[in-house]
């Protein structure tokens, strides 16, 4: 696992309805950062959603749960976030026009 802790088997808590700009977000956790507002993950396709605290969403691909969790129980998520995600997984920004 490397960097990442390994916390199989543990659980949060989740809203599977909580839509956002077209995203539905499982796992969704609201995260205590001045910098990233909430957290959400797709454990079947590996993709991490990060919504900053301005509103905008911010998907990433290949990202092992591992790494989610990691980001969750990170002391500082947003440092952990620019130095464990962003440039390290490839993403894309949300568009409001994905919405459904």
Not at 25 to 48: A, C, H, R, T, W
């Amino acid at each position: 696992m490397g960097k990442f802790r390994d916390l199989t088997g543990m659980q949060f808590g989740t809203d599977p309805y909580k839509k956002t700009k077209g995203v539905y977000m499982n796992n969704f956790e609201k995260v205590s950062s001045s910098y990233i507002d909430s957290i959400g993950y797709d454990p079947g396709n590996q993709e991490l959603f990060v919504k900053f605290n301005n509103g905008v969403i911010w998907k990433y691909f290949d990202v092992p749960e591992s790494a989610h969790v990691s980001l969750l129980l990170a002391e500082s998520i947003g440092k952990f976030f620019a130095k464990e995600i962003r440039g390290q997984f490839t993403g894309r920004k949300v568009e409001p026009e994905d919405e459904e």
